[in-house]
């Protein structure tokens, strides 16, 4: 394995070589990404198995496919994205040329995480690759199949000098924050993008955070508690939790909890008729560490009202619900990620307002869910909250719209990426002026000396 400082000048000469500027190199890089995941998609299913018991359909509707339509999106806009705009001119620049052409950075690094391991690391990679920049790709080390499979397929399919994957761990990554890289795209949790933004601080570098935190969801009175067990639930249990925009908690009236609890239960008999344990259909936690972590939160407060089963062999924890759970209690001071829904019963939406301003991991959740059809009370939680997205009366769908921008704030992140906004991400906006050495006259008034009767003229 070459130094990262070498891999680090190499990929850099590449750059300043403009290869990865052309349009015909981007398109070519994108469509041999998109090759790559249409010609190993069984690969690509079966190591999201291997790493967290992804079932098929989940891998393609989250990740494989989600990436591909990405993917083909970019290559149909790419043109487009890619064309100089025009500005807006004064008088004084009337026989000029302004424009902004949106230009890559140079050499990007891209962190992923092992929760989403193929849409986490290819996706970010479209945006980078879209806007003509070279990338290094380090997978997480925790999701070690699918790594393994981009180091050995993303050498095979694109520009071998212009886009490199790095596997390893802590050590690794340390290593790689030393270099200087022109921009760095995180996912993962707060604490190591403190490490990312101290490491790109040292060389000016810009950065997007994907982090997580806890998303709430308000339930409101009212409410088709059928369906909204539904909704929360495919949510929680999508990739049993582990998703950084999976609703955390819920905050409800004490009525509305009980009748909650019924209906969730309903779902998941719905949901997995023979029980989650016996369903292809549910996740693992990914690792032993994170295992003992999520095992740990059901005994985190309340009361185990639905499921509080585990399978220490299997590294499963079913579906869980807990109920009377109170602020202060341990699964309410950080992020589940695991399949455990504790719900807080609140005298009114004031109190989850409250929490949701002063809770106890940031003001700024990365998604906030309310299910209501109460008008007034959705602008208020619009009003008095902040966080990076809201979705009403669902869960997750909101990031499957390419054109909702998708990322953090506060606490929770900074910068978005998904559809155009990656292309976005991924490049500078360079304005550019041209002017022609002529009409020197109409010059004379900037030029010294300065006399009053100049500017009066
Ligand atoms: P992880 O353990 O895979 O870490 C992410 C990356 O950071 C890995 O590539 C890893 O090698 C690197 N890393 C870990 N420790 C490091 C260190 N000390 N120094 C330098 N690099 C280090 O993933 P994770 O952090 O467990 O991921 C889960 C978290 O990520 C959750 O908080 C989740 O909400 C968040 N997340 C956010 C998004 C998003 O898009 N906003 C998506 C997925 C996950």
Redesign the pocket.
Known sequence: MESFEKINQNIRTVFRSGRTKSLEWRRAQLMSLLKMLDVNREKFSQVLKEDLNKCKSEGLLFEIDFTRNALVDSINKLKKWTTPKKAKKGLLYTMDKAYIRKEPFGVALI??????PVQ?TILPMVGAIAAGNCVVL?????SLNTAALLEELVPKYLDQEAVQVVNG??QE??AL?KEKWDYIF?????M?GK??MKAAAEHLTPITL????KSPVYVDEGVDLGIVANRIMWGKCTNAGQT?VAPDYVMCSKTTQEALTEAIKQTLQNFYPDGPAKSPDFCRIVSDKHYQRVKKCIQGGGTVAVGGDVKDEERYVSPTVLVDVKFSDSIMQD?I?GPILPIIPVENEDVAINFINTGPIGNTP?TLYVFSSNTELRNKIMKETNSGSVCFNDTLSQCNLPSLP?G?VGN??MGAYHGKYSFDTFSHKRSILERELKMEGMNDARYPPHTDDKYAK
Do not use: H, Q
């Open positions: 962190i992923g995480a092992w929760n989403y986490l380090k997978p997480s080390e925790i761990g802590i990554t340390t924050l995180y996912t993962g949790n707060s190591v490490i990312v994907e982090l997580g935190g950084c992020e990620f990365l998708f953090g929770s992140g």
